[in-house]
């Protein structure tokens, strides 16, 4: 009887289906898995629409008096396995549709490395650049108050992403703190120290980065230390991970960031590029390597090629050209789905940015679990629980590519997939 009134329409009605963006990525992405959920893949469906997903106005008074409105989002994909988590991106191309497929990312994200969170990702459509300080603090106010219905320490706790900062996230916890009338620290992570922030935090993602190559190493029988490394990227994630390859006794030949790209057969004194850049504000003029062109980066022979900038950095466009071991994905979505095919049929060994960008969410998590605790951990025991974790998150997934014969990305799928449609099924359908 059910099935003649099945009313399940393959996408939700607002989204376009002739332009789905990083949300049809995703959805290929659900495709390729589901043939390996075995009987869990009757619960499909539900990961391939968001749980829940808020729109909002937010209207600010500008410095010069006038009133501006922008649109925000919240998205919760999916909080089978615990509240939501995901960061909040300022941009001015920010839409529902991406917004959608950064939170069903993160519900990937942190099932596949088993953090007891679910996806959720928010932003706002607004080109940052353009407003003050005290406006962008007004529109993060009325924004947080706006989704203050669906967010909080046990239903979803934002972060910072793009163009969000650890003070994005003093405003957040201050304002949900304010309406709430209690103050709650563990609304939010990636905050300043002085509001409950977490020891470590600044470096995990590119921590993670690095200790997921190391894994990736062992597996390939390659020793890191004298290894030839080429880093995109060279801030947050990049530059960490740079810093320790290079405290390991790798080689980094050749790093690319905004301002161009430089070259060093002999290796890259990374502690000199950074204070370099700590003045210039980018790696060009830094005299101990050659300038050599952006195209070039590409074709740098190295054995760990790690792209810490933006999405969609490899393409069909330098794919082909790519001379690497190991692909370790620091960036969110650095490597086009076509791309991917390219390398993996070159035999380059790709970590996905779901298993190796995760030491951001990880220590996210710590900082979480140490606010509601209270009790604050060192500095060495964040960084020993991080590489715990992601040598286990990486072990797991490794196994299962191994056992089914397929790329790590498809088997972390595998692992999360698996993860979130158990707990899925036995919480059961409410009502
Ligand atoms: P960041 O702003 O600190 O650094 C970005 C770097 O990329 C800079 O060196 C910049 O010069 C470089 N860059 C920008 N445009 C470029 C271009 N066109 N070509 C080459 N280089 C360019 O940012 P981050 O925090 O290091 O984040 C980098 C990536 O990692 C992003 O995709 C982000 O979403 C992802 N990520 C970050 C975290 C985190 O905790 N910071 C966690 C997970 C994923």
């Known amino acids: 009887m059910t099935s003649e009134i099945s009313t399940s329409h393959p996408l939700p009605s607002y989204l376009n289906p002739n332009d789905l963006g990083a949300w049809g990525i995703y959805l290929q992405q659900i495709d390729r898995v589901t043939p390996y959920l075995g009987s869990l893949s009757r619960w499909v469906e539900t990961l391939k629409r968001p749980k829940r997903s808020l729109i909002v106005d937010v209207p600010v008074e500008l410095d010069n008096g006038t009133i501006a409105h922008f649109e925000g989002y919240r998205v919760q994909h999916n909080t089978s396995r615990g509240p939501g988590k995901g960061g909040v991106r300022f941009h001015q191309d920010v839409c529902l549709a991406e917004v959608m497929a950064l939170a069903a990312w993160m519900s990937i994200k942190n099932a596949a490395v088993n953090l007891p969170f679910g996806g959720a990702k928010g932003g706002i459509r607004i080109d940052a650049r353009k407003y003050s300080k005290k406006e962008l603090e007004r529109v993060t106010r009325r924004y947080t108050s706006e989704i203050g219905l669906i967010i909080g320490p046990t239903k979803d706790i934002p972060a910072p992403d793009v163009n969000t900062s650890p003070q994005t996230m003093a405003w957040m916890m201050d304002t949900y703190s304010m309406n709430e009338g209690a103050t709650a620290t563990g609304v939010v992570t990636g905050k300043p120290i002085s509001l409950g922030g977490s020891l470590g935090r600044v470096e995990a993602t590119g921590r993670g980065v690095f200790v997921a190559a190391c894994e990736a190493a062992k597996d390939l029988g390659l020793s890191v230390s004298g290894s030839r490394v080429a880093v995109q990227g060279f801030g947050n994630v990049g530059g960490t991970a740079a810093r320790l390859f290079h405290e390991t006794g790798a080689k980094v030949v050749a790093i690319q960031d905004h301002t161009g790209t430089i070259h060093n057969e002999n290796g890259i004194n990374i502690h000199d590029l950074l204070n370099y850049v700590e003045d210039h504000a980018g790696i060009m003029g830094f005299t101990e390597a050659a300038a050599i062109s952006n195209e070039d980066f590409w074709s740098v022979s190295s054995d760990f090629l790690i792209p810490a900038a933006l999405e969609s950095q490899i393409t069909i466009k ?114």
């Open 318 to 431: 330098n794919a082909d050209q790519i001379k690497t071991k190991i692909l370790v994905e620091g960036a969110n979505g650095p490597t086009t789905p076509e791309a991917d095919d390219i390398l993996t049929r070159k035999g380059v060994y790709i970590v996905p940015d779901v298993i190796s960008n995760a030491g951001g969410v990880t220590v996210s998590y710590f900082e979480w679990v140490q606010d509601f605790s209270s009790f604050f951990w060192s500095e060495e025991e964040i960084n020993q629980r991080l590489e715990r974790l992601m040598r286990d998150a990486y072990r797991s997934v490794s196994n299962v590519a191994k056992h089914h014969q397929v790329s790590l990305r498809t088997a972390a799928f595998i692992v999360a997939c698996t993860r979130i449609l158990e707990a899925r099924e036995v919480r059961g359908l409410y009502p």
